[in-house]
């Protein structure tokens, strides 16, 4: 059980080609699950490589505890790792495979007995201690392999991406599972996914990554209502959030969001009435079940006409795709009240959960307070072609 | 579905098929088979009878014959493959792991400079190799000749290991060494039982190659230390006395049996090995 701090880590793979990690810097408390999320090629397996010990950072400090591990090697950082392909040894049975990492740090018999017996007990994989992982399903493998993890003790647990080899429903199961047994354990874990919904449903912290930089960093609540930037409100939450590119104006002394050709105005919250917004491009965000159905008149929120273009019914709720200032906008609905296609609706939405993102830098734009992360000239050109 | 489907169809393409095959497979036994009659037939059977016909008398005459005069170079050849082919595959078991799994700065270059060993003639070597090996006290004898092909196995051994070990994921090295085992402990407790199928591949080549090779038997050995094949080049090509063909016959019957032993006994593995794919994790 420790805490984890990164200080202003890099890694590069040689002079000339880009960092493939930048200026990282984060750090969790003790007890802490930490995700790591972001597309591929992002640096996050990088990253977490790194914190393992199995490549050497560039730059910057590890520290485990008040440890700088930064130069130690693996085996001395008491870490334990769970791999994307679980990297059980084929030609151990699952008890051996469990008993590898204690046997070479020399404990004796009896307490490696006992050790295997908890963690078997825990993960119920009693029944299996005596097959070859060849005989086991991807299930099983990934719980031996966790439990390879768990017999160690370890002061941190890393996970690379381990239930990505599973199936939908597995999947679903073993991620309530995991969250179960850390509540439980209570040792500080960081957890590499490209999944979002990972990303929200297991981490006390996430680190949103990109390019080999931090986006953000913070809790799955800050993370999902407050993103810093594009590229995070864009990545995090499914169905994404919708864009639209506009011009703000000022009328009657007010800044105004002119949607559908003028006909709807949004008024924009009084914390981004601040100078200096007016006349520019942005882009303006808006989650899909921020979008309600019109329920009467004269309730002073903002409400737009649009012809439904296509529903996507997907059990607990109904996505209603709209056209709106030529952009594709999703609308996430109860199924009872969502309308037909070709059917025209007024929708409405709250001004005050509008969020505003710098057309050109991707930078969320209106807040004193938010988390500000780098500016990054690449977020933006991904954007601009939408 | 029908009756017709049940019964075995014999179309004139497969009769056809099966007697080109039966040919070819007489074609390559008929040598054998000549070698094997002739090696019992007694030295006036052969110059009176033909060359397939059964021997009229059965006699062992031409195997006693020649295992006396082979006898010697037979263990010679034992006392240079045997530990040529352990050593060989060991190191490059070893090579093929650092190759694969311990990659360092230039060691893509450094196992294509080693490749070349595999297309390179020997005979180019022969002078130098020659030199080295009286510097080094050991021209002539059984330790140079074992310490030639262990050299010049090296490449094809390596080859094997190094393109066996590269289908292994990663992560089980990674695992392992977060498990806290070092270098040879990987290699020896999670590597090396893996390896059963290439050891195999690697064990079969090289004892085929080192037990036939002639050419850096006849050059790096003389009188004592030669290898059988030198021995039975010897034996077939002198030209005092009387041919005794049975003799000839049974020496190279006696040089080829090991060869042929390991095959029968460890052929299925050969195979097994060649086309083993990746290793499921």
């Known amino acids: 059980m420790a805490t984890l701090e990164l200080r202003n880590v890099n890694k590069t793979y040689g002079a000339g080609l880009p960092d493939t990690l930048k200026n990282i810097e984060l750090s969790i408390k003790d007890g802490e699950f930490l995700i790591l999320v972001g597309p591929s090629g992002c640096g996050k397996s990088t990253l977490m490589n790194c914190i393992a010990g199995l490549e050497t950072i560039t730059g910057g400090a590890i520290m485990i505890g008040d440890q700088d591990v930064s130069g130690m090697s693996p085996k001395d950082r008491d870490i334990a790792m769970v791999f994307q392909s679980y990297a059980l040894y084929p030609t151990m049975s699952v008890r051996e495979n469990i008993e590898f990492g204690l046997k070479i740090r020399k404990m004796s018999q009896a307490a490696i007995d006992e050790e295997v017996a908890r963690v078997a007990k825990l993960l119920q994989i009693e029944h299996l201690l005596n097959r070859k992982p060849g005989q086991l399903s991807g299930g099983q493998q990934q719980r031996v392999a966790m439990g390879r993890a768990l017999a160690r003790r370890p002061k941190i647990y890393l996970f690379d991406e381990p239930l990505s080899n599973l199936d939908a429903k597995l999947r679903v199961e073993m991620r309530t599972e995991m969250k179960l047994m850390h509540q439980r354990l209570k040792t500080t874990t960081v957890y590499v996914t490209h999944d979002q919904i990972e990303a929200m449903t297991l981490g006390d912290k996430v680190a949103v990554m990109k390019d080999g930089i931090i986006q953000q960093f913070g809790t799955p609540k800050e993370i999902y209502n407050d993103p810093a930037n594009l590229f995070v409100a864009s990545f995090i939450g499914s169905p994404p959030m919708n864009f639209i590119p506009l011009r703000l104006q000022r009328k009657d002394g007010r800044l105004l969001a002119l949607l559908d050709s003028g006909q709807a105005r949004c008024e924009l919250p009084m914390s981004m009435q601040d100078a200096g917004l007016e006349d520019r491009e942005v882009i303006l965000g808006l989650r899909p079940e921020q979008i309600t159905l019109a329920s009467g008149e004269g309730n002073g929120l903002p409400s737009i006409k649009a012809e439904v273009q296509v529903t996507e019914p997907t059990g607990p709720d109904t996505l209603v795709f709209v056209n709106l200032n030529d952009t594709k906008v999703c609308c996430r609905l109860a199924p009872d009240v969502a309308p037909q296609v070709g059917e025209t609706v007024t929708l409405q939405f709250d001004p005050a959960k509008v969020l505003l993102f710098d057309a050109k830098t991707g930078e969320r734009l209106g807040t004193a307070g938010a988390p500000k992360a780098e500016a990054h000239s690449a977020n933006v050109a991904q954007f601009k072609g939408r | ?281």
């Open chain 2, 1 to 281: 579905m029908t009756s017709l489907a049940d019964k075995p169809s014999i179309s004139l393409s497969r009769i056809a098929i099966y007697a080109v095959l039966i040919l070819a497979v007489l074609l390559y036994l008929v040598p054998l088979v000549v070698m094997l009659l002739t090696s019992f037939k007694t030295p006036e059977d052969i110059s009176t009878g033909n060359l397939l016909s059964w021997p009229t008398v059965v006699s062992g005459i031409g195997w006693v014959k020649a295992w006396a005069t082979v006898n010697g170079y037979f263990w010679n050849s034992i006392k240079i493959t045997v530990p040529a082919v352990l050593i060989s595959t060991a190191i490059g078991a070893l090579n093929g792991y650092v190759l694969s799994m311990w990659r360092f700065r230039g060691s893509q270059l450094f196992f294509g400079l080693l490749l070349f060993g595999c297309f390179l003639p020997f005979q180019t070597v022969l002078l130098p190799a020659s030199f080295t090996l009286g510097k080094m006290g050991l021209a002539s004898t059984t330790t140079g000749l074992v310490f030639i092909h262990v050299v010049y196995g090296l490449a094809f051994t390596t080859l094997f290991f190094r393109n066996y070990y590269v289908s292994i994921p990663d992560a089980l090295v990674k695992a392992a060494r977060l498990d806290g085992a070092g270098f040879f402990t990987i290699f020896r407790r999670i590597i090396l039982p893996m390896s059963t199928p290439i050891i195999m591949v690697c064990l079969i080549w090289q004892f085929t190659q080192i037990w036939n090779d002639f050419l850096f038997g006849v050059v790096f050995s003389s009188g004592d230390s030669q290898p059988i094949t030198v021995a039975l080049n010897n034996l077939v090509n002198t030209s005092t006395g009387a041919k005794e063909y049975n003799v000839d016959m049974a020496a190279a019957m006696i040089a080829g049996l090991p060869t042929l032993l390991v095959y029968v006994v460890a052929g299925k593995y050969f195979v097994r090995g060649l086309t083993a794919g990746a290793v499921k994790g």
